[in-house]
């Protein structure tokens, strides 16, 4: 059992603590529409949805002597976003499948590519030592 006076309650346990945290932002990349033979084709017209990312990295590093400890947690897509990456098939994600009259945005085309999106949240747990 440790006791209040031992040297083990009286370090900082902040010392030594950080986190980081990277976000980004950006408009949707411009496109080309689908030319259906009945519209006219035109470079550039429409955009990708807009696309925000959160990155979070938090570590902790201990020492003894000359030598760095650390240990680390990255967290990818902190908030599990969907982004668009890709569209596939253009006249899929600008077809009206469903006849509702708007377009479905089915970004991985009929065949239903998984690529099409950003990766979900992940984690990544780490340690590295420097002497």
């Known amino acids: 059992m440790i006791e209040r006076g031992d040297s083990f309650l009286r370090q900082n346990w902040l010392e030594g603590f950080g986190f980081r945290i990277n976000t980004s932002y950006g408009s949707g990349i411009p496109y080309d529409n689908a030319s259906h033979g009945t519209h006219p084709f035109f470079r550039n017209q429409k955009r990708y949805p807009w696309r925000m990312n959160t990155d979070l990295r938090v570590e902790k590093r201990f020492w003894l002597g000359q030598t760095t400890?650390?240990?680390y947690m990255d967290v990818y897509n902190l908030f599990n976003r969907t982004n668009l990456d890709h569209i596939y098939n253009i006249a899929w994600w600008d077809g009206d499948q469903d006849g509702d009259g708007q377009p479905d945005h089915i970004a991985g085309g009929p065949a239903g590519n998984p690529n099409a999106y950003s990766p979900a949240r992940h984690?990544?747990?780490?340690a590295d030592i420097r002497w």
């Open 69 to 71: 400890f650390n240990i």
């Open 123 to 126: 984690f990544f747990f780490g």
